[in-house]
């Protein structure tokens, strides 16, 4: 956990860390990286993170004290997304650091952990469902059971998605979370898996064969629209996805729209999300109101949610609430931290 790094890091004077050095600093700022600093060497994690995140408010250029409100945050439970987002900005903020191979394999090592945590919770999350079927409603079940699927698909696990998706009964409620995954997809250019997913939505007959159509023409105009900014896509590609829709005048309206699209060079671009470019947008997941939201977990929440799966008095509805606003801030983060995303289209 990087502690030999540390070692060595608090033994340097802070300008070797801090861009710029600490004598720019205020006095404010000094008190705050002085108490975090304290507090790291006696193991008080929880006291470092407020304090080196008081000090990253007043001194936001200052890459030493991104790293160490990193290192805090990643020894407290629930919080190994905001540890990443801190060391991504240092490592951006600060390019020649020369402990950037042990952050970045910290940084691999933390995406492994938020991911299992949010795997497995997803897990509890099914088999309560599944253990307490006969207090509420099949349509219930088959709602609560289709949110998890997408919550599945935003760690990148399609195939356990899919597989997930399979046990909703209900074809209309499946085909919305399908509608979500293919989003999704395309905002991450992932064109054939989305094109997979589409060709699902009719697989045994029952849905209205448009609805299909609508998938692979919403897939198309995205491909179309990414070729203009991403060389390595054909516009081919586009035409070859359009092609796939039966229905002949909704086909020969997308190749239209595609023609038009490549014809545009400056189109409104409906599926490009925003990509993050600089250090300071890794803080904006922090530090903007929309998105801190779903940085804020920490021990409490689990240890409520721990004793709420161990209780058999808890009131189910509220229980799955519960586990599903805690499920809905995890796997959102992680879907924006391990792409890059600072924001997607809704």
């Known amino acids: 956990m990087l502690l030999s790094v540390v070692l060595t890091m608090l033994a340097l004077p802070p300008c ?31 006291v470092a993170a407020d304090s080196f995140d008081e000090a990253r408010k007043l001194a936001p250029n200052a890459a030493g004290i991104l790293f160490y409100q990193g290192l805090a945050e990643s020894h407290l439970p629930g919080r190994e997304l905001r540890a990443i987002v801190l060391y991504k900005a240092y490592l951006g903020t600060f390019s020649n650091a020369p402990n950037a191979r042990s952050v970045e394999n910290e940084i691999a090592t933390l995406k492994t952990s938020a991911k299992s945590t949010t795997s497995e919770l997803i897990s509890s999350a099914i088999s309560w469902n599944e253990d307490n079927a006969d207090l509420v409603s099949h349509d219930l079940l088959e709602s609560r059971l289709a949110r998890l699927v997408y919550y599945q698909s935003l760690l990148g696990d399609l195939e356990g998605a899919l597989t ?21 997809l395309v905002i991450l250019e992932k064109f054939d898996d989305a094109k997979r997913v589409a060709d699902l939505i009719n697989d045994d007959g029952r849905v209205d064969p448009n609805q299909r159509d609508l998938a ?40 239209a729209k595609i023609a038009a699209i490549q014809q545009h060079s400056d189109p409104p671009f409906h599926w ?18 929309n998105r801190s939201g779903e940085f804020d977990l920490n021990e409490k ?11 058999k008095e808890i009131d189910p509805e509220k229980m799955f609430n519960e586990l599903d606003k805690v499920l809905r801030k995890m796997a959102t983060a992680y879907f924006y931290v391990n792409e890059g995303f600072l924001e997607v289209p809704k």
Request: hydrophobic residues 40%.
């Open 301 to 311: 929440v689990f240890k409520a949610l721990r004793d709420c799966l161990d209780s």
């Open 216 to 255: 692979f023409k919403l897939i198309s105009e995205a491909q179309a629209e990414a070729t203009l900014s991403n060389s390595k896509l054909s516009i081919k590609d586009a035409k070859d996805t359009a092609r796939l829709i039966k229905n002949g005048p909704l086909r020969n309206s997308e190749l």
């Open 16 to 46: 070797l860390y801090a861009q710029p050095s600490s004598n720019s600093l205020s006095p404010q700022a000094r008190i705050a990286i002085s108490t975090g600093l304290s507090a790291v060497k006696l193991g008080a994690w929880d």
């Open 272 to 289: 490009r999300g925003h990509h993050i470019k600089l250090p300071s947008d890794w803080l904006l997941l922090l530090d903007n109101p």
């Open 164 to 184: 997930l998706a399979y046990r909703v009964e209900q074809i209309q409620i499946r085909l919305l979370v399908y509608s979500d995954i293919i989003k999704n």
